[in-house]
């Protein structure tokens, strides 16, 4: 069975760090992409980060450069997103997503781009 677990969201303050996680089972970790994507109250579901992990390649929305980054750690089958700088904009809840439908991983930035999801973690950003 499938599974992505998120883990790691929370109440911070404006400036603030948090790390999320995504521990990954039921698949070959390594032969994916793994998409990081948040939704607001209201709002569509964002892409804002991916990281391909056959080949390293990671993409960050505008929104995120420079503030967000995504790493793996293949021994645990876990993707986390580092999220430093975060604003109150940032509050929403954060999901990763994969594509198991291809052999070919490419890091898509919409969500219609991922087959199996995670259940979402809240991250509340005051301001």
């Known amino acids: 069975e499938v599974q992505l677990v998120e883990s790691g969201g929370g109440l911070v303050q404006t400036g603030g760090s948090l790390r999320l996680s995504c521990a990954a089972s039921?698949?070959?970790?390594?032969?994916?992409?793994i998409g990081w994507f948040r939704q607001a109250p209201g709002q569509e579901r964002e892409g804002i980060s991916c990281?391909?992990?056959?080949?390293?390649?990671?993409y960050y929305a505008d929104s995120v450069k420079g503030r967000f980054t995504s790493s793996r750690d293949n021994a645990k089958n876990t993707v986390s997103l580092q999220m430093n700088n975060l604003k109150p904009e940032d509050t929403a809840v954060y999901y990763c997503?994969?594509?198991?439908?291809?052999?070919?991983?490419?890091?898509?930035?919409?969500?219609?781009?991922?087959?199996?999801w995670g259940q979402g973690t809240q991250v509340t950003v005051s301001s």
């Open positions: 039921g698949f070959t970790f390594d032969d994916y992409a």
């Open positions: 997503a994969v594509d198991l439908s291809t052999d070919m991983p490419e890091c898509g930035t919409y969500y219609y781009d991922y087959d199996h």
């Open positions: 990281i391909n992990l056959r080949d390293g390649f990671t």
